[in-house]
């Protein structure tokens, strides 16, 4: 189940032609960025030795511990990003602050992505800022996502 489902997560996080402003999808200038949650199961369901199921330093196995991954493309071109700094703040409804995550890229099925595991108990809004420096960016770019998690 796991190795398919990462494969088939990537290829949705593939940018489409003319892909809309949704949930998933932001774009910043000459950037587009795709967001994904994922349960952390999905990672630990790799079989002992496999690559990914060591990712971040392996899965976590809290409940409510997810993989958050965050892919990146030339908004022009369609290009992956593949040299980035990537990282992320999340914050809660009604939550000051928030807790800030270096994603670490992850090369899955031939392609970077970016990512790290967050636990995210409960049912809440969250906003997740990803920030994205580029080698040679003074100012990283900054792209804003609104993720509804459901209860478990």
């Known amino acids: 189940m796991s190795a398919l489902f990462v ?12 892909a809309a402003q949704d949930e998933a ?13 994922l349960p ?13 199921g060591a990712m971040h330093g392996g899965a ?7 993989h958050l991954v965050v892919a990146l493309f030339d908004a022009a071109s369609g290009a ?16 000051v602050g928030g807790r800030r995550l270096q994603l670490e890229p992850m090369r899955i ?3 970077i992505t970016y990512g790290e595991f967050v636990s995210l ?12 420096r580029r080698p040679n960016q003074a100012v ?6 609104t993720y509804q998690h459901p209860a478990r």
């Open 7 to 18: 494969l088939a997560f990537l290829t949705a996080l593939s940018p489409p032609a003319g």
């Open 25 to 37: 999808y932001r774009r910043a200038g000459d950037l587009a960025a795709y967001l994904g949650v």
């Open 40 to 52: 952390a199961a999905v990672v630990r369901g790799h079989p002992a030795g496999h690559p990914e």
């Open 60 to 66: 976590p196995r809290g409940r409510h511990d997810y």
């Open 80 to 95: 992956r990003i593949e040299d980035a700094a990537v990282t992320a703040t999340i914050s809660g409804l009604g939550h």
């Open 109 to 111: 099925a031939g392609t």
């Open 121 to 132: 108990p409960g049912s809440d809004r969250y906003t997740i800022t990803v920030e994205i």
């Open 140 to 145: 990283p770019t900054r792209v804003d996502f």
